[in-house]
């Protein structure tokens, strides 16, 4: 049976997540694989969004709440998550 996480726990779990897809995309765009690069990376970000919201209370971490909590101004306009949060509307866009 796999473990169960949540809070903070659940947060760690989706980063180290985030960052082996990120290096797991590194590794397909250097090698010119570049859709799959795409993929990686987008999930890579997917990830790291989670993360964050993991730590909102009662804030579902799906595809859809992260979409949502996007339009959500208090993420979109706090420094490094708006740069994150306009990579992967845009990703999302042309994936």
């Not at 960052?19 to 590194?26: I, L, N």
Request: charged share 25%; hydrophobic share 40%; proline share 1%.
């Amino acid at each position: 049976m796999s473990e169960v996480f949540y809070g903070k726990d659940l947060a760690r779990y989706k980063l180290d997540r985030a960052k082996e897809e990120y290096d797991t995309a590194q590794l397909l765009f250097d090698n010119d694989k570049l859709k799959a690069s795409n993929k990686r990376a987008y999930y890579a970000i997917y990830y790291a969004l989670t993360a964050v919201l993991c730590l909102e209370p009662k804030v579902t971490t799906g595809m859809g709440a992260v979409k949502r909590a996007l339009t959500k101004e208090r993420l979109i306009n706090s420094g490094f998550f708006y740069e994150l949060a306009i990579a992967y509307q845009s990703m999302h866009v042309n994936y």
